[in-house]
């Protein structure tokens, strides 16, 4: 009954653009475009006879009813099963016009098109086995990918590396779980069975495969979301400075009055490959000023919650208390100190932040020369890079999960194979091994749909937009 019916949907974004696309898919996506769509200079022959597959063709959107011409667009025909959805699909290119867009909507649902819901067509792609789940989780993250490297983790993914590797440990936990049917079956038998050090070894050794995997999704969120950096350090040390440099505009206002930057203020800047979120903040202070006081709590907040830590220090003043609270707050954390206003007599050095326990990279900086700020760029580059890709070690380290879904089926599957392992040393008959084998088995094909119910697929499907 679901794969019964045709669905209809605007794929294109709504508002006003040069082209818009509407798309139907179904059993009678053809029959309905036929209805509605007549073939420039062949209005007798039925646009299904005059299409050829995966061909443009010119013609108009005509109301069946009345008989009126809506818009001169573009059709295409792609038959199933080597399509999108692996059903019959039709695509109307039409204006970028809402109203036309709306208009040849309502024609096509006249017509007996249902309405499409958020994600219905990657769904079908999904139910008819044009691609697994993983890969249609990919879909949706290519739209929203806002960097290179977020682009590239969601393109790897949408062409089966991610599906591919899980499918790699399935097939290892098969195998364990094949050495101990052999072991319940013939444990009467005179066969050399695998022993139990052998199979927790063998255990072992997948539990190594899927942490990796598992613990890639930090790596993963800081691609898809960006590096969440926040600017720290003292009233008037030029935070707002550095932050209209790395933005390249006017962002946040700059004054000689401390305490100007009262609220967090984000914007993100592409760097590389990666997006970094910078946080200016309203510095580090004791303030009797109450407004100035929230700023300051929001600032400890935004440090606390930061991926990384940009810690500015003014070298043309002596060091102060509130230097001392912007060293404690970078404490163990990863990021950059930057020694600003190089351009004036120093009066403190890069040493004497040393001596205070400052632990990052320190760069000697100006914030008002705009020639320093590929410096800049480069040295927060080489932190992110830190950040982001110390566990890729082999191109197989690369992959990154970004989905909590995902995350939490590596976390499953990573806690019954200790049970198992566990179970494997204490030499537990084989029998229950194998439960929890199998149910690491499942959680794996968890992730690539091998075993989803309706609710799951609701889950996934309902974060996409119409249209997809
Ligand atoms: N000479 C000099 N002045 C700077 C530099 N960076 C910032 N300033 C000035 O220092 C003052 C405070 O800067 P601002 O960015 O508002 O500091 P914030 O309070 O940390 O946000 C402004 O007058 C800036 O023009 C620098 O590298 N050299
Ligand atoms: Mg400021």
Do not use: W
């Not at 109203?99 to 008819?128: C, H, M, Q, W, Y």
């Not at 691609?223 to 009233?235: E, L, W």
């Not at 110390?390 to 806690?415: C, N, V």
């Amino acid at each position: 009954m679901y794969l019964a019916d045709t669905i209809v949907a605007p794929a294109t974004a709504p508002g006003i653009g040069a082209v818009a696309i509407v798309r139907l898919s179904g059993p009678r996506a053809f029959e309905i475009l036929d209805a509605i769509f007549r073939p420039v200079g062949r209005a007798a022959v039925p646009a299904i006879v005059e299409l050829r597959p995966r061909m443009m063709r010119l013609g108009d959107v005509v109301d069946p009813v009345s008989g009126a011409c809506i818009d001169r667009a573009l059709a295409v025909v792609m038959p199933h099963p080597a399509s999108l959805t692996g059903e019959d699909v039709a695509e109307i290119q039409c204006h970028g016009g809402p109203f036309i867009v709306r208009r040849i909507v309502a024609l096509a649902s006249d017509a007996g098109a249902r309405i499409a819901e958020p994600g219905e067509f990657t769904r079908r792609a999904f139910l008819n086995g044009r691609m697994d789940l993983a890969e249609a989780e990919a879909v949706a993250d290519i739209v929203a990918a806002r960097s290179d490297s977020a682009l590239a983790n969601a393109l790897a993914q949408l062409s089966g590396a991610l599906s591919a590797r899980v499918a790699e440990l399935r097939a290892q936990v098969v195998a364990i779980r094949a050495h101990l049917e052999v072991e319940i079956d013939f444990s009467d038998e005179d066969i050399r069975l695998p022993s139990r050090r052998e199979v927790a070894a063998e255990i072992e050794r997948l539990i190594a495969g899927v942490a990796v995997l598992h613990d890639s999704f930090a790596r993963g969120i800081l691609m898809r979301d960006g590096v969440r950096a926040t600017i720290v350090g003292k009233p008037n040390a030029g935070k707002s400075s550095l932050l209209n440099l790395l933005l390249g505009a006017d962002r946040a206002i700059v004054t000689p009055v401390a305490g100007t930057t009262r609220d967090v203020i984000e914007d993100s800047v592409q760097l590389g490959p990666y997006s970094l979120v910078l946080n200016d903040t309203a510095g580090v202070r004791e303030s009797a000023d109450a407004v100035e006081r929230i700023g300051i709590e929001r600032t400890i907040r935004s440090a606390r919650d930061a991926d990384l830590l940009i810690a500015m220090f003014d070298s043309s003043r002596p060091l102060e208390a509130a230097d001392e609270d912007v060293i404690r707050l970078t404490d163990n954390r990863p990021g950059l100190a930057i020694l600003n206003k190089r351009d004036l007599p120093a009066a403190i050095s890069a040493a004497e932040l040393r001596e205070r326990g400052l632990c990052l990279p320190i760069l000697p900086f100006s914030a008002i020369n705009l020639d320093e700020s590929a410096t800049l760029r480069g040295e927060l580059s080489k932190v992110i890079g830190a950040l982001i890709d110390p566990s890729a070690r082999s191109s197989d380290d690369q992959i990154a999960i970004s989905r909590e879904r995902h995350r939490d089926a590596l976390a499953t599957a990573l806690a019954a194979l200790k049970n198992a392992r566990a179970s494997a040393l204490s030499l537990m008959p084989p029998e229950i091994v194998a439960v929890d084998i199998m149910a690491a088995a499942a959680a794996l094909g968890a992730i690539t749909g091998e075993v989803s119910g309706e609710d799951v697929l609701d889950a996934i499907f309902r974060d996409f937009c119409i249209g997809k």
